[in-house]
């Protein structure tokens, strides 16, 4: 199949899809999340954003191969089936109908509503205002994608620039500031003492919430089939694409260090850092930059899910697949496939709204996925000895030691996930091997 796509992208295309699809929103709400995780030590939440890139580029670089080598539409899902059978594959499309996309749905629109309060002067503990706020951002952006042909990629193509615009003036005048007189490690003798006794249990808590932020590297490989010169532009983009998301990561977060200690940031949150560095006024100017990109990552999400019990369905493995599978004579959309994640992602915001964790929502989807990244990893070596001759245009270099590195820090993610957790893990867990039950054969 690879031979049939047109061979159109060079590195810096590559580089600028790396970045584009990782970057999102979760570098704007998760410092003081990690912060709290590593128990307010800034070494070690620092450590954790650099350990969190390097794990993504090994990651990336091992599933490459195997996106490379199974060219197909449906990326990590057309992986497995290939390499474990049509039964497994299911149940990834199954955790993203049933937990992932739902939950990521609630989370981003909680946050932007969070991000609309601080904008508006409103307060961000005001449940109404957010759970109302969030209830019309999924609802309008499920009708746009419902009910229009295009409007959701013109919203997305938009939306693109103004994620990366409040990151730059935050980590250049956090860098500028320095207000931060006690110095960006700061620490008090109470942190001092409690993270000395465990900092690599720290280490491994505060890398579940920051896995989120790095979330997307997986679609990496899918790209290999558009590059003029595969086997040197993909590695080049993987690894200088993620890892200019660490460097951009760790500056921004050493930037806010640099203007308020960890207690403080956790206080202030992202809209105190702001107002120190900018005024009420140039706030109010970032915070319309992180909304607007909210907005394009909620619309991103909900345009992907509203596909994903279509594709189960025309696959002919989920139950009602005539339901599932009808598309709208008028806006050619999944209408009922739509409505189906709509309703998902309003119960998974209540429960959200009802815990008063909204976190969790995002950080145990995301390394549960990890279980499925490890099957990724582990499918290389299965697919290097049952396919010898398969043809690979990439190899991941420095085999086998880079997919054991990315298999050891995958599995570590969903393990440290499954102790900070365990209720929610086991629950996401349970939920995803409903699937094995759901499963129809359509043979």
């Not at 620092?46 to 969190?52: D, P, Q, R, S």
């Not at 991103?300 to 596909?307: D, K, Y």
């Not at 697919?383 to 001759?389: D, G, I, S």
Request: proline content about 5%; overall charge positive; hydrophobic content about 55%.
């Amino acid at each position: 199949m690879s031979e049939n796509l047109e061979k159109r992208y060079g590195f810096s295309v590559a580089f600028s899809m790396v970045v584009g699809i990782v970057i999102g929103i979760g570098i704007f709400f998760k410092a003081g999340q990690i912060l709290t995780a590593a128990n307010m030590n800034p070494k070690i939440a620092i450590a954790a954003w650099v350990l969190g890139g390097i794990i993504s580029i090994l990651s990336g670089l091992t599933a490459a191969e195997v996106g490379a080598a199974i060219p197909e539409t449906g990326g990590m899902i057309a992986w497995i089936k290939r390499i474990y059978g049509e039964r497994i594959a299911f149940l990834v499309g199954w955790a993203q109908l049933i937990i992932y996309f739902p939950a990521l749905i609630a989370l981003i629109a909680y946050y932007f509503a969070v991000f609309t309060g601080n904008f508006l002067n409103i307060d961000p503990s005001n449940t109404a205002f957010l759970g109302g706020t969030a209830f019309v951002a999924i609802t309008f952006l499920f009708g746009i994608n419902i009910f229009t042909k295009n409007v959701g990629g013109k919203i997305q193509t938009a939306a693109t620039a103004a994620k990366i615009i409040p990151l730059l003036l935050i980590t250049i005048f956090g860098f500028i500031s320095g207000d931060n007189t006690s110095g960006v490690f700061y620490m008090t003798e109470v942190t001092r003492e409690v993270t000395s006794s465990s900092p690599l249990v720290l280490l491994g808590l505060s890398l579940v919430p920051i896995m989120f932020a790095f979330d997307g590297w997986i679609y990496v490989g899918t790209i290999a089939g558009d590059l003029k010169n595969v086997k040197k532009d993909l590695p080049k983009a993987i690894i200088l694409g993620l890892g200019f998301i660490a460097v951009f990561y760790v500056a921004l977060n050493v930037a806010l260090l640099n203007v308020f200690t960890a207690e403080e940031i956790v206080q202030q949150g992202m809209f105190g850092v702001a107002t120190k560095l900018f005024g009420p006024m140039g706030a109010k100017f970032i915070f319309l930059g992180i909304m607007i990109s909210a907005f394009g990552g909620l619309n991103g999400m909900t345009l992907a899910s509203t596909r994903i019990p279509y594709t189960l369905a025309i696959e002919g493995h989920l139950p009602k697949k005539e339901f599932f599978s009808k598309i709208d004579d008028k806006y050619k959309q999944p209408v009922n496939s739509s409505v189906v994640m709509y309703i998902l992602g309003i119960i998974f915001l209540i429960a959200m709204l009802a815990t008063g964790n909204p976190d969790i929502f995002g950080d145990v989807p995301v390394a549960l996925f990890w279980l499925f990244y490890c099957l990724v990893f582990l499918g290389l070596f299965i697919l290097r000895k049952r396919e010898p001759n398969l043809e690979r245009p990439y190899k991941v270099p420095f085999y086998p030691v880079v997919p054991v590195l990315a298999l050891i820090g995958g599995a570590s993610i969903f393990v440290y996930a499954a102790i900070s957790n365990p209720g929610y893990m086991a629950i996401s867990v349970a939920l995803t091997l409903t699937g094995l039950f759901v499963y129809r054969d359509n043979k």
